[in-house]
Antibody, heavy 122, light 108 residues
Framework: QISLKESGPTLVKPTQTLTLTCTFS??????????VGWIRQPPGKALQWLAL???????HFRPSLKSRLTITKDTSKNQVVLTMTNMDPVDTATYYC??????????????WGQGTLVTVSS | SYVLTQPPSVSVAPGQTAGITCGGN??????VHWYQQKPGQAPVLVVY???DRPSGIPERFSGSNSGNTATLTISRVEAGDEADYYC???????????FGGGTKLTVL
């Protein structure tokens, strides 16, 4: 059974860097076609895709945020880490990580972690 | 960049059929995936590849996709289906992963 869980700070100050960790079980990031995505949701708003990281180190980022995002993996710990620099109050959102086992048209997300709310405020 | 357009809200009486649309330029040429999100919970995949259901999702959930519109159809709607629903595609350019703006399904 696949499961994922996000962890990280609940409050960050403007201009700080956010580091979120997705710890997963039930799959390996050494398996062909497997990936982990990051999606966020500002309060009361729609889902917004951020990044996608595949088993072969193929990475995709939301173009408008690409300069602020970094994604790494630790296969021994079954973790994917997302960092976002220069945080702003508009980045306040629930951040989710999710599993995918396909690319392109086959890149759907299932399942998702429970999400973690990050508030950006001084 | 590619845009997916969903109606903000859809209302349906229990036992009736709900249709939630997702519009996009030639979306029929893409694979569409649908997620259900209940208040305070993470999204759950309910349909993938236009009309496939993950295990555990009732047969009442189905999808179609043609031309410029994809549709999630929920038959025999139950109170427990009340949620926000999002469509998603892969674009391959611009933002690779695109979500629609979401539709709030209200069961009257």
């Amino acid at each position: 059974q696949i499961s994922l869980k996000e962890s990280g700070p609940t409050l960050v100050k403007p201009t700080q860097t956010l580091t979120l960790t997705c710890t997963f079980s039930g799959f390996s990031l050494t398996t062909n076609a497997v990936g982990v995505g990051w999606i966020r949701q500002p309060p009361g708003k729609a889902l917004q895709w951020l990044a996608l990281f595949y088993w072969d180190d193929d990475k995709h980022f939301r173009p408008s945020l690409k300069s602020r995002l970094t994604i790494t993996k630790d296969t021994s710990k079954n973790q994917v880490v997302l960092t976002m620099t220069n945080m702003d109050p508009v980045d306040t959102a629930t951040y989710y990580c999710a599993h995918t086992s396909g690319r392109g048209d086959y890149a759907w997300f299932d399942p998702w972690g429970q999400g973690t709310l990050v508030t950006v405020s001084s | 960049s590619y845009v997916l357009t969903q109606p903000p809200s859809v209302s349906v009486a229990p036992g009736q059929t709900a249709g939630i649309t997702c519009g996009g330029n030639n979306i029929g040429g893409k694979s569409v995936h649908w997620y259900q999100q209940k208040p305070g919970q993470a999204p759950v995949l309910v349909v993938y590849n236009d009309n496939d259901r993950p295990s555990g999702i009732p047969e009442r959930f189905s999808g179609s996709n043609s031309g410029n519109t994809a549709t999630l159809t929920i038959s025999r709607v139950e109170a427990g289906d009340e949620a926000d629903y999002y469509c998603q595609v892969w674009d391959g350019s611009g933002d690779p992963v695109i979500f629609g703006g979401g539709t709030k399904l209200t069961v009257l």
